[in-house]
């Protein structure tokens, strides 16, 4: 095992990723911030100095960080923020996994102003690695013009009556083009600087050669789907986990999934468009700023250079997207595994209502409406042996090792792309209405697992993991938005083992006074 060393400065900086000055959050200058990129095994270390006016902590979205719970990287859960002027380094080793992932800011909403990049591991176990020549990261984004923190407190008022900010934009690894003359449209109209022609990422493809496409919807709220004009796409990894190659068309991928899929440049030498759309009937409004078609190129080698590219889209007229996953008949996993049998079950409710006197619309797991606790975190909180958490944090305390079964049932409208951290869950089915025990239909035979799955609009999710990592861990929707609006609860796994967690003093210390 090699250790892979990264180092990190975080700050703002205005740049204009499609023409529209705006100020935005970033990593060593980078948008999308820096690839990390490690084999099973290896050791990650990334030192991270916070020149940003706010404190800040890096989540490494779907890393298990087996018995390191505290380099988790979720602020106010596995630790307090990293305060400006100050650098906390990460590190922690990569268990046996491997695939896709990303990493982002799990500080406020900062990820949606730029604080993320693509995370991926190798492993010579994967079993298609002998089908591709290359290897190339889509990450796809919803952008909004309009820094995150405005839009948020914006949502959190009763003038947004419970709408999401809409994006104005749809970004491929950072760049799009925009018509200028909408931003007086756009639900937040910003009057900043905008260069029309901004250019979009062009990806080379020879011909003859096989690609391994990572696609990572690193957004803060649009599901896109995902196809390349005149191009199969064969699909053969979800959130880490290998599939049974599948061919198809298009695909849906909400907001934190990835998929792998293989493409043969086996095409006339030309430019074809790769399309990333929102599946806008997913919002409750429109924006009329926003075009949700968003583009790159695929160029050949020898075509000319060109963006007037004609290449036709090919899926579109028999795609009626409705918001949910891709379904258990196009994702089978390579390694077939049957969901073990549950120990411990779990019911959790998750709504949008008004019920403070303030009559603002917020999200409740249950009857809990997350937010952050100020200069703490749940996991020392545990570690303090404290059993009666602030009311604003919902924790389900699982004491024993075992199987945990989670029932989720969604009463809002709005399709909810859930993520659990520190694992890997078998997704045993989902549904429109409640599930029902014996009649709805679930799979223990070969289910699906994956790191964040989406639970239907008025429907319900069944999930199934193994409960075996002490720690705080996050579970919440992914729409930033409605993580910010309170969609969130935690795990507190195994509390005797949490005790003895060696968790470094420096990461205590960035609790500040209230430590
Ligand atoms: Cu991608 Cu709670 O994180």
Redo the contacts with the bound molecule.
């Keep these: 095992p090699t250790t892979r060393y990264y180092d990190w400065t975080l700050s703002q900086q205005t740049i204009a990723p499609d023409g529209l000055e705006r100020p935005m959050l970033l990593v060593n200058g980078m948008f999308p911030g820096p690839l990390i990129e490690a084999n099973t095994g290896d050791r990650i270390v990334v030192k991270v100095t916070n020149n940003m006016v706010n404190g800040t902590a890096i989540?490494w979205?779907g890393m298990f960080q087996n018995g390191t719970n505290w380099m988790d990287g979720?602020m106010a859960i596995t630790q307090c923020a990293i305060p400006p002027g100050q650098s906390f380094t990460y590190n922690y080793t990569v268990p046996n996994q491997w695939g896709t992932y990303w990493w982002?800011a799990?500080a406020q909403s900062q990820y949606v102003d730029g604080v993320f990049g693509p995370l991926v591991i190798h492993s010579p176990d994967e079993p298609h690695l002998d089908e591709y020549d290359e290897d190339i990261i889509m990450m796809l984004s919803d952008y909004y013009h309009t820094d995150s923190g405005s839009l948020v407190a914006w949502y959190m008022t009763t003038e947004s009556e419970g709408v999401e900010p809409v994006p104005d934009n749809g970004l491929i690894n950072g760049r799009n083009t925009w018509d200028c003359s909408l931003d007086s449209q756009a639900m937040f109209p910003t009057g900043n600087k905008c260069t029309p022609g901004a250019p979009m990422s062009v990806f080379d493809f020879k011909s003859n050669t096989t690609y391994r496409i990572r696609v990572i919807n690193s957004g803060a709220f649009a599901d896109f789907t995902f196809s390349i004009d005149s191009h199969n796409l064969t699909l053969i990894e979800a959130d880490g986990v290998d599939m049974q190659p599948v061919v198809i068309q298009r695909f849906p991928i909400h907001v934190?999934q990835r998929y792998s899929v293989i493409v043969h440049a086996n095409q006339t030498v030309d430019n074809y468009w790769v399309r990333a759309t929102m599946n806008t009937n997913c919002f409750n409004v429109d924006n009329a700023a926003l075009n949700p078609n968003t583009f790159a190129i695929v160029r050949y080698e020898g075509a000319p250079i060109t963006e007037n590219v004609t290449s036709i889209d090919w899926s579109e007229s028999a795609w009626n997207h409705i918001c949910v996953d891709l379904t258990e008949d196009m994702l089978k996993p390579y390694y077939s595994e049957p969901a073990p049998a549950a120990d411990t079950h779990v019911y959790i409710t998750s709504s949008f209502q008004t019920i403070e006197a303030d009559q603002i619309n917020r999200g409740y797991m249950n009857s809990t409406s997350w937010v952050p606790l100020a200069n703490d975190a749940t996991v020392f909180q545990a570690q303090r042996g404290i059993s009666k958490f602030d009311a604003t944090q919902q924790i389900i305390t699982l004491n024993s090792t075992g199987v945990v079964e989670v029932l989720i049932n969604n009463y809002d409208e709005g399709s909810h792309p859930f993520?659990f951290?520190g694992h890997m869950f078998y997704v045993l089915g989902w549904g429109d209405g409640n599930y029902v025990p014996g009649k709805s239909v679930i799979n223990t035979e070969n289910p699906l697992r994956r790191d964040t799955s989406t639970i239907p609009s008025y429907g319900w999710t069944l999930i199934r993991f193994v409960n075996d990592n002490p720690g705080m861990w996050?579970f919440?929707c992914?729409i930033e938005w409605h993580m910010e609006a309170g969609l969130m609860v935690q795990f507190e796994s195994l509390p005797d083992q949490i005790k003895n967690l060696q968790i470094p003093s420096e990461m205590t210390a960035m609790c500040g006074a209230s430590k």
């Design positions: 989540h979205h979720t982002h799990h934190a993520h951290h996050a919440h992914h």
